[in-house]
């Protein structure tokens, strides 16, 4: 199709660069400097989509982000975004874009039904249509027949990156105000940052002034660009305003590298030179395409040489649509001006105007053909034929970053309109947000009498009858009409219906603008790609993943690598053709009958060192640190200050004044941190030192009966005779200073070997080829899950939750020995703790397969729904050649030897209640021969 | 997968590319001071709070982290060891569970990264913060930004270079 609507001349556009795109399948062309939306208008099409609701025809109501009336769905290759405004979307060669909300097309949609049935769709309708008997039954339904674009299923395939960036000034519009605020400050020196959210710097400038403003724009644009302390970011929309003069901003970047760019901005001053909105005015038929407003046409004309109609109506309650109408009939359209005041000052040369007057109604089905004027009393007097109409029912200062910011508004009778008022940042508006409109001369005219839909939000298919229904209900507060009607929300976020819609509230019910006030602006303030908030902490760098030292050794040994606990950790080691479940099975089975190597690095590590550091300890473990020789290890539980577990591990006594406290895997930083905090805030009197020393040891750990005669064949000056389980010494292995630790979470004797983190594959090596003769076998966390499991031993964060007591674990006996108070002592004693029916940790064995871990224990006779606690761990254990599980259950130390009743996913299962260790209870297998 | 000190340096940002330089063979040591080691900082020359110098670094409150090249490492140790039987201060050496990266004019990169002022990074100036979700500490040099990280998050680091360039 041919540009049939482009003027000969005049525009912004670069007539010498052709740009092909498609829209719905059709081929068209426009030039670069178009938009989506102008280059569409300049080939003819108006219509570009189906309403939200209604499914009414709809084209452009604007030509930029206020439009929230053309959304179309943007293809790149595989990537589809939906819900895009035509307007906002830059005109490139390739582009290919699509309606939304209509099936097959706009033009013969088939749930354009629905305006059958429109009289019943009114606001609260499906409040209290689809309450009975379910309104979920109803819900698929309507959101199937509601809503706007389709999300894509796919993955974003999409890059966003961030980025930072502080300043002395940071002015959001490069408009006429905007670019000569960015002037006054870059010219004192300062660093001073220049938002834009259009692709082209100039603003108003762009299309209204004529020549003269727009050479004045270019020259202000270049001489910033000139200045070194100035950054000009084009295409880059200003979203939102927090605290500490802190703004986020997104910028479209080229069609390559990066999609977009999230700015994190803190400036010394902001000003907000964002312009002005013009309001729409409310009569019937005023959705229908080929109704847009005023200042749209003379920016198609100015900019873009489009001329949106060859017969145009202009409709307007105040003096700047004059301009509009006067630049129409210069670029050759048919243009009567009805104007709804008696009487104005502006002029329109060789435009018709007439004078107390409104457009009524407007006729046409795809496309406005005629618009239908009336006194102000309702009373018809002609109808015009026209292909165009143009409203400006005033315009409204953009203040939603001014809101965001904490600023408070004020109504503004000579504009009719909220501007800012009183600042609680440093933030100033300058010209149009700041209401600086010039005359307008407005006479409000909220509502045009007449019969017919008359359309308040048109993103939302919100009427001036859905607000009176609000309003007649009862909710006639602003924030209350808002959600009873959605008028303001989605994509437009109230831009073109906020001042009308609470308006036309105040009128019915005898509140004046300024006393109904407005809706809470948030962020964004237009919308943007989740994908943008994202930036590059998506897929794997979502949540920071630490390697272990010896990683390298064990992608050699064919690990199977899983996430545990923030660290990148091998699962297992599975032989050819093996599964997981083999694989853990037979790795379990070489740690009871061999020797096995468990990568323990992550074990949490902390010194703790200093004159006070016993006592300390004292205060924050369950078990007793000062009673502990040098050359020691203990167990001991940590609680919070609600007595709930919340770690636990081995610590060491190193010498008199320093300890090695050992912590679960992923809860070292959280621990380290905490005891920071407690000495920082609480026991300011204490002289302690506590470092996180995680990352400098990788530890090795060696387990199962042939443990100590490996050790021995590493080589070690460590005394192995006199080394029984819970001691620790320091020596050498391997050749290199190691620090090994007696500790077992396996149930067999174990040495904890520490070395420097970048010795740990050398260690990992020299294991593995000393172990040969031993049958060493690395084991990875299935393995380790299915030997502590066994033995009995808690996995805090998995047999445990947020409400689970020591006694809970039975480790009652630890808080009673202990003489001295410690965190979280008080709270075992409230009646809560001591109750009888707590949650316990007790073994299940079953006789059937293996139980699902969260399966639900009920009450005897019970149904689902009722649970007496839950299976925390399960595992087939290759010791015993049987199932077991872990579980929480209520009173469970009291109900060894019952026998009851599982259920998970609809199954029931029976299992049987005993002790929480299955293998080796008397713990002979640890002490290696020591007793 | 590269070398993180070459992926840095081939990172475009804004039309920018730095310069980076691994150092390699430093040794770190942590360190920190006692209530009764009120005058290590004295004693030993370290920098001042928020401070940094090419051998310490502050790193928190009576806390630093030292940068030890082979030859020196057995002295300062010798004068750590003295000023802890004294019970002023205890330190840990962490070897080479650092990476150490030396970035050259990069004071803008930084600031972008991190979203602190680049004067966070001047000369002799010392910060604590998070980059792609770790923590990270970036010193001001003569020759740049020094910035170390632990070495288990490297290849994290990696990635996230690679996907937070433009």
């Given at each position: 199709?041919?540009?049939?609507?482009?003027?000969?001349?005049?525009?912004?556009?670069?007539?010498?660069?052709?740009?092909?795109?498609?829209?719905?399948?059709?081929?068209?062309?426009?030039?670069?400097?178009?938009?989506?939306?102008?280059?569409?208008?300049?080939?003819?099409?108006?219509?570009?989509?189906?309403?939200?609701?209604?499914?009414?025809?709809?084209?452009?109501?604007?030509?930029?982000q206020e439009d929230a009336n053309a959304l179309v769905r943007v293809a790149t290759g595989d990537q589809v975004e939906p819900n895009l405004k035509a307007g906002e979307v830059v005109l490139r060669d390739g582009l290919e874009a699509f309606s939304i909300n209509c099936r097959p097309s706009p033009r013969h949609d088939l749930r354009a039904v629905h305006q059958i049935a429109a009289p019943l769709l009114i606001a609260g309708f499906y409040y209290k249509t689809f309450m009975w008997p379910n309104w979920h039954l109803f819900e698929g339904a309507i959101r199937r027949a509601a809503g706007l674009g389709t999300a894509p299923e796919g993955r974003d395939l999409d890059r966003y990156v961030h980025a930072y960036a502080d300043c002395d000034l940071l002015v959001v519009g490069a408009g006429p105000a905007g670019l000569t605020a960015a002037l006054d400050g870059a010219r004192t020196g300062a660093r001073t940052i220049l938002a834009e959210a259009d692709f082209a710097i100039g603003g108003s400038a762009l299309w209204r002034g004529g020549s003269d403003a727009a050479e004045a724009a270019t020259a202000a644009e270049a001489e910033l660009r000139a200045l070194p302390n100035v950054t000009i970011l084009s295409r880059t929309q200003v979203f939102g305003y927090y605290d500490h003069n802190a703004l986020a901003a997104v910028e479209y970047l080229a069609d390559h590298g990066a999609r977009q760019r999230l700015w994190k901005l803190r400036a010394g001053r902001v000003i907000l030179a964002s312009g002005a909105i013009e309001r729409p005015l409310v009569f019937a038929g005023n959705d229908r395409p080929g109704v847009m407003l005023a200042s749209a046409a003379q920016a198609l004309v100015?900019?873009?040489?489009?001329?949106?109609?060859?017969?145009?109506?202009?409709?307007?309650?105040?003096?700047?649509?004059?301009?509009?109408?006067?630049?129409?009939?210069?670029?050759?359209?048919?243009?009567?001006?009805?104007?709804?005041?008696?009487?104005?000052?502006?002029?329109?040369?060789?435009?018709?105007?007439?004078?107390?007057?409104?457009?009524?109604?407007?006729?046409?089905?795809?496309?406005?053909?005629?618009?239908?004027?009336?006194?102000?009393?309702?009373?018809?007097?002609?109808?015009?034929?026209?292909?165009?109409?143009?409203?400006?029912?005033?315009?409204?200062?953009?203040?939603?970053?001014?809101?965001?910011?904490?600023?408070?508004?004020?109504?503004?009778?000579?504009?009719?309109?909220?501007?800012?008022?009183?600042?609680?940042?440093?933030?100033?508006?300058?010209?149009g947000a700041a209401g600086a409109l010039g005359t307008l001369a407005i006479e409000p005219l909220w509502e045009v009498p007449g019969r017919g839909k008359k359309f308040v939000d048109f993103a939302n298919d919100v009427t001036a009858h859905d607000i009176a229904i609000a309003m007649r209900e009862n909710y006639v507060s602003v924030e209350h009409l808002k959600r009873y009607t959605t008028l303001g929300m989605g994509v437009d976020q109230g831009k073109t219906s906020n001042v009308n819609g609470l308006a036309i509230a105040g009128a019915l019910t005898g509140r004046a603008p300024g006393k109904v006030g407005t809706t809470k602006f948030r962020p964004p303030y237009s919308p943007i790609a989740l994908g943008a908030l994202a930036g590059p902490l998506v897929g794997p760098l979502f949540r920071p993943l630490r390697h272990l030292p010896a990683h390298d050794w064990h992608v050699a040994r064919g690990a199977l690598f899983e996430e545990h606990g923030g660290w990148w950790r091998p699962s297992a080691y599975p032989h050819v053709g093996e599964t997981l479940e083999a694989a853990a099975a037979r790795e379990a089975r070489a740690a009871r009958t061999g020797a096995a190597l468990f990568d323990g690095s992550p074990l949490g590590k902390i010194e703790v060192s200093g004159p006070d550091a016993a006592r300390f300890l004292d205060r924050v473990y369950v078990g007793t640190a000062s009673t502990l020789r040098p050359g020691r290890a203990r167990y001991g539980l940590m609680l919070n200050e609600n007595g709930v577990v919340i770690d636990d591990g081995v610590f060491v006594r190193l010498a008199d004044d320093r300890y090695l406290v050992h912590t679960t895997s992923g809860g070292a930083d959280r621990i380290a941190a905490m005891l920071d905090e407690w000495l920082q805030c609480e026991w300011r009197d204490l002289d302690v030192v506590v470092m996180n020393v995680g990352s400098q040891w990788a530890t090795l750990t060696v387990s199962g009966p042939s443990a100590r005669d490996l050790l021995a064949a590493l080589g070690t000056d460590i005394d192995l005779a006199d080394f029984p389980h819970m001691r620790f010494r320091e020596g050498r292995v391997a050749g290199l200073p190691a620090r090994v630790l007696r500790a077992s979470f396996t149930g067999e004797a174990s040495y904890e070997i520490s070395v420097a983190a970048g010795a740990a594959s050398g260690l990992a090596t020299a294991i593995?080829?000393?172990?040969?003769?031993?049958?060493?076998?690395?084991?990875?966390?299935?393995?380790?899950?299915?030997?502590?499991?066994?033995?009995?031993?808690?996995?805090?964060?998995?047999?445990?939750?947020?409400?689970?007591?020591?006694?809970?674990?039975?480790?009652?006996?630890?808080?009673?020995?202990?003489?001295?108070?410690?965190?979280?002592?008080?709270?075992?004693?409230?009646?809560?703790?001591?109750?009888?029916?707590?949650?316990?940790?007790?073994?299940?064995?079953?006789?059937?397969?293996?139980?699902?871990?969260?399966?639900?224990?009920?009450?005897?006779?019970?149904?689902?729904?009722v649970s007496d606690g839950h299976v925390t761990s399960s595992v087939d254990s290759p010791a015993l050649g049987r199932p077991i599980a872990l579980a929480l259950i209520r009173a469970g130390r009291a109900r060894l030897g019952e026998t009851v009743t599982l259920y998970d996913m609809g199954i029931r299962h029976r299992a049987t209640i005993v002790e929480p260790v299955f293998f080796d209870r008397e713990g002979q297998r640890l002490n290696d021969g020591h007793s | 997968m590269t070398d993180t000190a070459d992926m840095m340096a081939s990172l475009d940002w804004s039309g920018t590319s730095i310069r980076v330089t691994p150092r390699h063979g430093l040794s770190a040591i942590r360190l920190k001071a006692t209530k009764r080691g009120r005058t290590l900082a004295v004693d030993?020359?370290?920098?001042?709070?928020?401070?940094?110098?090419?051998?310490?670094?502050?790193?928190?409150?009576?806390?630093?982290?030292?940068?030890?090249?082979?030859?020196?490492?057995?002295?300062?140790?010798?004068?750590?060891?003295?000023?802890?039987?004294?019970?002023?201060?205890?330190?840990?050496?962490?070897?080479?569970?650092?990476?150490?990266?030396?970035?050259?004019?990069?004071?803008?990169?930084?600031?972008?990264?991190?979203?602190?002022?680049?004067?966070?990074?001047?000369?002799?100036?010392?910060?604590?913060?998070?980059?792609?979700?770790?923590?990270?500490?970036?010193?001001?040099?003569?020759?740049?930004?020094?910035?170390?990280?632990?070495?288990?998050?490297?290849?994290?680091?990696?990635?996230?270079?690679?996907?937070?360039?433009?």
């Open positions: 199709m041919t540009q049939v609507l482009r003027l000969a001349n005049g525009g912004l556009i670069d007539r010498t660069r052709m740009l092909r795109f498609r829209f719905d399948g059709r081929d068209f062309t426009g030039h670069s400097g178009d938009t989506l939306a102008s280059a569409l208008l300049a080939n003819g099409v108006h219509l570009v989509g189906r309403s939200f609701k209604y499914h009414r025809p709809r084209g452009f109501v604007g030509i930029g100015g900019r873009f040489a489009v001329l949106p109609g060859r017969r145009a109506v202009i409709f307007t309650n105040n003096d700047s649509a004059y301009d509009a109408a006067a630049a129409l009939a210069v670029a050759g359209a048919e243009v009567t001006l009805v104007d709804s005041r008696p009487a104005s000052a502006a002029s329109a040369p060789g435009v018709r105007i007439l004078h107390d007057r409104v457009v009524s109604a407007t006729k046409g089905v795809r496309h406005v053909r005629a618009a239908i004027v009336a006194d102000r009393a309702g009373r018809i007097s002609e109808t015009l034929p026209c292909d165009l109409i143009g409203m400006s029912g005033g315009w409204s200062p953009i203040v939603h970053l001014f809101s965001q910011s904490g600023g408070k508004l004020r109504f503004c009778e000579e504009i009719q309109g909220f501007v800012p008022g009183e600042a609680v940042q440093p933030v100033t508006a300058v010209g593995a080829a000393k172990g040969a003769p031993f049958g060493l076998t690395p084991i990875g966390v299935e393995a380790i899950m299915i030997l502590r499991i066994e033995k009995g031993y808690l996995a805090i964060g998995v047999d445990t939750d947020g409400t689970t007591l020591p006694d809970d674990l039975g480790m009652a006996g630890g808080v009673a020995r202990k003489g001295s108070d410690f965190i979280g002592r008080r709270s075992l004693d409230r009646p809560d703790a001591v109750r009888p029916d707590r949650l316990q940790l007790v073994g299940l064995l079953t006789d059937g397969p293996r139980l699902a871990v969260g399966a639900h224990v009920l009450r005897e006779g019970g149904v689902p729904g | 030993l020359g370290l920098p001042a709070t928020g401070g940094a110098t090419e051998d310490a670094i502050w790193i928190g409150p009576d806390e630093w982290l030292l940068l030890a090249r082979p030859a020196e490492e057995g002295a300062i140790v010798a004068r750590l060891a003295a000023q802890q039987a004294q019970g002023a201060c205890y330190w840990s050496a962490i070897g080479d569970g650092l990476v150490i990266l030396d970035l050259g004019e990069a004071g803008g990169l930084v600031s972008q990264l991190t979203g602190l002022p680049q004067a966070s990074f001047a000369l002799g100036r010392a910060a604590r913060t998070r980059v792609a979700g770790i923590a990270v500490l970036f010193a001001g040099m003569s020759w740049g930004t020094r910035m170390i990280f632990d070495r288990m998050y490297d290849r994290h680091i990696r990635r996230w270079l690679d996907a937070a360039a433009e």
